[in-house]
């Protein structure tokens, strides 16, 4: 079974708008982290924020905020006021523990596109 | 802080021939790195966990053989791609680790990747 789910292999969002891309997980492990990062066409993956289990809030990090639902184990991104530059591939990954190693487990990815 | 290189950022080389990639963490320790591999389109894919000074751990389906991986210091890992052939053609990117106080934040900082192409 995937453990990262990410649903919409792409989205559109005007500029100036906020979009959510979704992101669902699957763990046993009490203990995990959960990620979002950038891929612009340049391939380099550049990290946005960091959600722990135990996070009491939402994780913010200026026009990125993720919307963590653990009963629902969902961990979505939320981009505000886009812009042209957010045009890229989005993933959401999970950290897991494994036989005391840890590992990161990467979603499909969202292709997002903002229109002028 | 917390910048990844990878060198080189692309190569071409004839099917045969073996290609070594390296990856270091510039401005921090880590004694974890990993190795991914992303095909066209797709999504990252653990190829294998490099620990420092000791043998790389690698997914399941990745030949260990091919794929050498060395963690030789705090800083520096490399993949070598031996024999290479035209499917292993792809996008290789590695990530690192900082060392922390044992907190969950634990993220990863991600090289450039490398394009690698073989004729």
């Known amino acids: 079974a995937q453990k990262i789910t990410q649903t919409q292999p792409g989205m559109f969002v005007q500029e100036k708008e906020a979009v959510t891309l979704d992101c669902t997980y699957d763990?046993?492990?009490?203990?995990?982290?959960l990620f979002w990062y950038k891929q612009p066409s340049s391939g380099e993956m550049i990290f946005l924020i960091y959600?722990?289990?135990?996070?009491?809030q939402n994780a913010t990090e200026g026009r990125y905020s993720l919307n963590f639902q653990k009963a629902r184990k969902s961990a979505n991104l939320v981009i505000s006021a886009s812009q042209l530059g957010d045009s890229a591939m989005y993933f959401c990954?999970?950290?897991?523990?494994?036989?005391?190693?840890?590992?990161?487990?990467f979603g499909t990815g969202t292709r997002l596109k903002v229109l002028a | 802080g917390a910048v990844v290189s990878q060198h080189p950022s692309r190569v071409i080389c004839k099917s045969g021939t073996s290609v070594k990639i390296e990856c270091r963490s510039l401005?921090?320790?880590?004694?974890?790195m990993f190795w991914y591999r992303q095909f066209p389109k797709q999504s990252l894919m653990l190829m294998a966990t490099?620990?420092?000074?000791?043998?790389?751990?690698?997914e399941q389906g990745v030949e260990k053989d091919k794929f050498l991986i060395n963690h030789a210091s705090l800083t520096l890992s490399t993949l070598t791609v031996t024999s290479a052939h035209p499917e292993d053609s792809s996008f290789y990117i590695c990530?690192?680790?900082?060392?922390?106080?044992?907190?969950?934040?634990?993220?990863?900082?991600f090289g450039p990747g490398t394009r690698l192409t073989v004729l």
């Open positions: 990530s690192a680790s900082p060392l922390t106080s044992g907190g969950a934040f634990d993220t990863q900082y």
């Open positions: 763990t046993s492990d009490p203990s995990y982290g």
């Open positions: 959600q722990g289990s135990y996070d009491q």
């Open positions: 990954a999970m950290r897991e523990v494994t036989s005391g190693t840890y590992k990161y487990i």
């Open positions: 401005d921090f320790q880590a004694t974890t």
């Open positions: 490099s620990n420092e000074g000791s043998k790389a751990t690698y």
